[in-house]
């Protein structure tokens, strides 16, 4: 349970939330700017049109799994704000799970208070949920599929991932390192993994542990037989089926309709408007002449040496890597928008005790960098969208900034970051026969 402090924490986030649903549907009904995301508008006719036993997809531009859909049925039948409650709900549970993560690895409760409001109270992910995004409830399994393997509950953790990569395809990029770690385990007395404990600040290592712990970011890459193990087969093949079953299922019910919209579309999407993306003017220009299939799949290809080399050097430390993975495919996607940053926010608390940047200098500078650039952005953004002016090339460069600033702080923070393993590593004794840490 959590102690009063994040108990309260938790309550005044709750009051907060129900504050801001409230308000939202005054300006929806009283402003000409809506509160309401627009692709809670699309969910919810989705959402109508099963309740009519039509197709969601009939509804143009949805382009998620059918259990979307059926998650807000609710809304045509209780409240159209049902949705939005459901999300902030989930928004809620990352805050409580955070603080269950970093519990268990021995984080002191002060250090856990201001982690978990960094994402309680952070203004991207308190208003995503009350303005009716779905992405709070993709950010509390995946900090889930973290507990459970932490747990030694790999049953668990593969439903649950292939659960939601068939509900959000993109966390198929924590594949491989969900598998890596999970050949790491090393189980203690208790029949559960043995966790590697948070150290306070100024506190080192012994030189063995460092060499321990660096040496297991890479001992499951040397062999295969490190790799394949009953625990691997199991996360593998059972999170494997249930994404096959939900997909088989949904195919079955909605055909090429489904499989084209919710899972292909988002391979070889081309979005003309403008976003953060640096691929987006490139698009604009040459959207109307098509691409092909082969084109568009090789934007993907910064991503994968990206991703590549990021889970080839911090596997290991699961949650630091999963962090990582995610601002490098945000920064280099074909679209971005706002929603994904909250991909990796729920990830940033539980990096932060590992972390030796301070936030008065390091910090700060690195939270000017990524607003400023955006900040920089919009204001070209402003004068296209709302004053018609021609800027696409000053927006563009204005993209390129973004990444460039993206980058430096992603580099910060690996450079500032003690990694650590989230299972403590195997220390080899002085007769050089391994003993497990315990």
């Known amino acids: 349970m959590p102690s009063i402090y994040h108990q309260w924490m938790l309550c005044f986030s709750a009051v907060l939330r129900l504050i801001l649903l409230i308000y939202g549907e005054w300006q929806d009904t009283h402003m000409e700017v809506r509160y309401t995301d627009i692709d809670y508008f699309v969910f919810s006719d989705a959402a109508a049109m099963v309740v009519a036993g039509r197709s969601p997809f009939e509804r143009s531009t949805y382009r998620y799994s059918p259990l979307l859909a059926f998650l807000l049925v609710p809304n045509s039948i209780l409240h159209r704000s049902w949705g939005k409650l459901l999300f902030s709900t989930a928004d809620l549970l990352v805050g409580y799970f955070v603080d269950s993560i970093l519990k268990q690895r021995g984080v002191a409760e002060k250090v856990r208070l201001w982690c978990v409001a960094t994402w309680l109270f952070n203004p991207f992910t308190f208003t995503i949920g009350t303005r009716g995004n779905c992405e709070p409830i993709v950010s509390a399994v995946i900090i889930w599929i973290i507990i459970c393997i932490m747990n030694g509950k790999v049953f668990q953790a593969a439903f649950w991932y292939g659960l939601i990569v068939h509900f959000r395809i993109y966390p198929i990029l924590y594949a491989l390192p969900i598998v890596l770690t999970i050949s790491t385990q090393n189980v203690g007395p208790s029949g559960k993994p043995v966790l590697s404990q948070w150290i306070h600040r100024g506190k080192i290592l012994s030189d063995c542990s460092i060499k321990a712990a660096r040496k297991s970011f890479f001992s499951p890459l040397v062999t295969l037989r490190g790799i394949i193990t009953k625990d691997t087969l199991l996360f593998g093949l059972f999170s494997g089926s249930v994404f096959m079953a939900f997909t088989a299922l949904f195919y079955h019910i909605y055909g090429w309709d489904f499989l084209n919209e919710a899972l292909l579309y988002h391979l070889t999407r081309t979005d003309p408007r403008h976003n953060f993306s640096i691929y987006f003017y490139h698009i604009y220009l040459h959207h109307q002449q098509g691409f092909s299939a082969l084109v568009k799949l090789i934007s993907f290809l910064p991503q994968l040496i990206v991703q590549l080399a990021l889970v080839l050097h911090f596997s290991a430390d699961l949650p630091f890597c999963l962090f990582l993975q995610t601002v490098a495919f945000v920064s280099f996607n074909k679209v971005i928008t706002a929603q994904y ?47 018609g002016r021609n800027v696409f090339v000053q927006l563009w460069l204005a993209s390129l900034v973004f990444l460039a600033a993206n980058t430096s702080v992603l580099l910060m923070i690996i450079q500032h970051h003690n990694y650590l393993p989230i299972f403590k590593p195997v220390v080899p004794s002085a007769s050089k026969n391994p003993k497990k840490v315990e």
């Open 341 to 387: 940053f909250v991909w990796f926010f729920c990830l940033l608390p539980l990096i932060i005790p590992w972390s030796s940047m301070r936030l008065r200098w390091n910090g700060l500078l690195c939270i000017s960098l990524w607003m400023g650039s955006q900040m920089h952005w919009l204001m070209w953004a402003y004068f296209l969208e709302f004053k």
